[in-house]
């Protein structure tokens, strides 16, 4: 029976395994319609502040921001790629970089070099091995973080911008489509790629009060916030709904594994009592 | 055709209000401001301050802003705040409690940048007192 024993042990464990990723599965959840409902509550002001600005890139200021106008000459391009902080969350993150890194690659087969920053742990130790510039990042963020937090990492990039040193900015985060499906997704942030439709370009401008530099770099700066927040809270409901699918079907797993094993278990012991009834039978017999 | 336009005011983490009002007005960085509609196109910063909407009916509704964009189109009117509360949610105590901290913080200045955010706090305690204030004399 020294098999038998062995088998009930390691299915005893699976159970074990089971129960945790089941708790895991279900702490997943509840945290993942609040994330949800984060992400839902903080799109209205991202489409505003989208409008505005496509509005803004129609008027005729006399002040054109530099986030506007396109650079020609592109040496060097910075991304920032918000991630995850824990792991257990299927693909997500995986895909994610390798999204990104195949993005990269292109920027460095045209001999343009790359600025990272990285937000959440997982993307930090991921671009830490990566030969890549890694300026600056952000974790421990927590699953509701708050626009403060990310200011400080935004503003490198920007100041970077600003100075020259990189001629594009892109944010690479995980799109929410649905709780089964999330998608990498890299967006341009600066240079702001505006389609503006010339046909509809009417010759009016805003009054600004004070002046229009002044409230087009507030908003500016505003508006790249918002975006990486946005991006930074679609990820963590990305994360959430990838973390509760994923561990509900290592429970489904670990089910059928202890299925087989108790077949397995099952059978083992039918086998010992079956040999020993045929050795009680044929001692009887010899007898 | 009645004279309206469409407003939104949202903050950064949530929507606060949309809906159709006749007239607005808002705590713009040069004064407040009042609007209405077929109002010239305007972008203008806010300042910490109340927002009064008028809906169709007459009904009167306050908002407390803490800065802002205030964005104007002829029919549409979009407030971009920081954060945005109702104003009958302000909690007084906590905001005077906020007052008092700031003052406090600004009396034993250690750094500039200590002094700067005790003043921004300081700014923003005060005008939601005052939006209560005025609140409370219009009831």
């Known amino acids: 029976m020294a098999g038998a024993k062995e088998i009930r042990t390691k299915i005893k464990s699976i159970q074990n395994t089971a129960k945790i990723t089941k708790a895991m599965e279900m702490v997943a959840a509840s945290k993942m319609r609040?994330?949800?409902?984060?992400?839902?509550?903080?799109?209205?002001?991202?489409?505003?502040?989208?409008?505005?600005?496509?509005?803004?890139?129609?008027?005729?200021?006399?002040?054109?921001?530099?986030?506007?106008?396109?650079?020609?000459?592109?040496?060097?391009?910075?991304?920032?790629?918000?991630?995850?902080?824990?792991?257990?969350?299927?693909?997500?993150?995986?895909?994610?970089?390798?999204?990104a890194v195949r993005d990269m690659m292109e920027w460095d087969d045209q001999g343009v070099e790359v600025d990272v920053v990285a937000i959440g742990r997982k993307a930090l130790s991921f671009f830490g091995r990566f030969k890549c510039n890694l300026v600056a990042e952000a974790d421990h963020l927590g699953d509701s973080p708050s626009m403060e937090d990310l200011i400080g990492t935004v503003k490198v990039m920007l100041d970077a911008y600003d100075a020259g040193r990189i001629d594009r900015l892109f944010l690479v985060h995980n799109l929410f489509i649905n709780t089964?499906?999330?998608?990498?997704?890299?967006?341009?942030?600066?240079?702001?790629?505006?389609?503006?439709?010339?046909?509809?370009?009417?010759?009016?401008?805003?009054?600004?009060?004070?002046?229009?530099?002044?409230?087009?770099?507030?908003?500016?700066?505003?508006?790249?916030?918002?975006?990486v927040y946005q991006g930074l809270v679609e990820n963590i409901a990305c994360e959430m709904s990838a973390r509760m699918v994923a561990m509900k079907s290592a429970t489904d797993n670990a089910g059928e594994i202890v299925k087989e094993l108790q077949t397995i278990y099952n059978k083992a012991r039918q086998a010992a009592i079956t040999q020993e009834i045929s050795e009680i039978v044929s001692g009887a017999a010899a007898v | 055709?009645?004279?309206?336009?469409?407003?939104?005011?949202?903050?950064?983490?949530?929507?606060?209000?949309?809906?159709?009002?006749?007239?607005?007005y808002a705590p713009a960085e040069m004064g407040e401001v009042g609007i209405h509609p077929r109002h010239a196109p305007l972008i203008t910063k806010l300042k910490p301050g109340e927002v009064r909407i008028v809906l169709q009916d007459g009904d009167h509704q306050s908002f407390f802003v803490n800065g802002g964009i205030l964005e104007i189109q002829p029919h549409v009117v979009t407030i971009l705040s920081d954060s945005a509360i109702r104003a009958a949610d302000i909690d007084e105590a906590a905001a005077k409690q906020a007052k008092e901290r700031a003052e406090a913080a600004m009396a034993d200045k250690r750094s500039d940048l200590d002094y700067a955010r005790a003043k921004a706090e300081l700014i923003e305690a005060i005008a939601k007192i005052e939006t209560i204030k005025k609140l409370r004399k219009r009831q």
Not at chain 1, 56 to 75: C, G, I, M, N
Not at chain 1, 188 to 210: A, C, F, R, T
Not at chain 2, 1 to 16: F, L, N, Y
């Open chain 1, 34 to 99: 609040k994330a949800q409902d984060r992400m839902r509550s903080s799109r209205p002001y991202a489409d505003k502040i989208r409008n505005v600005l496509a509005h803004l890139a129609q008027a005729h200021p006399e002040y054109r921001h530099p986030y506007l106008s396109d650079r020609e000459e592109v040496k060097r391009v910075g991304y920032i790629i918000v991630s995850t902080d824990r792991g257990l969350c299927g693909g997500l993150n995986t895909n994610m970089f390798k999204a």
């Open chain 1, 180 to 227: 089964m499906t999330q998608q990498p997704r890299i967006h341009q942030m600066v240079p702001v790629g505006g389609d503006v439709d010339k046909e509809l370009e009417h010759h009016w401008d805003y009054i600004y009060e004070p002046e229009a530099k002044h409230i087009i770099d507030g908003l500016m700066f505003r508006f790249i916030e918002s975006q």
């Open chain 2, 1 to 24: 055709m009645s004279m309206t336009m469409h407003i939104d005011i949202v903050s950064a983490e949530t929507e606060i209000y949309s809906g159709t009002v006749t007239e607005c």
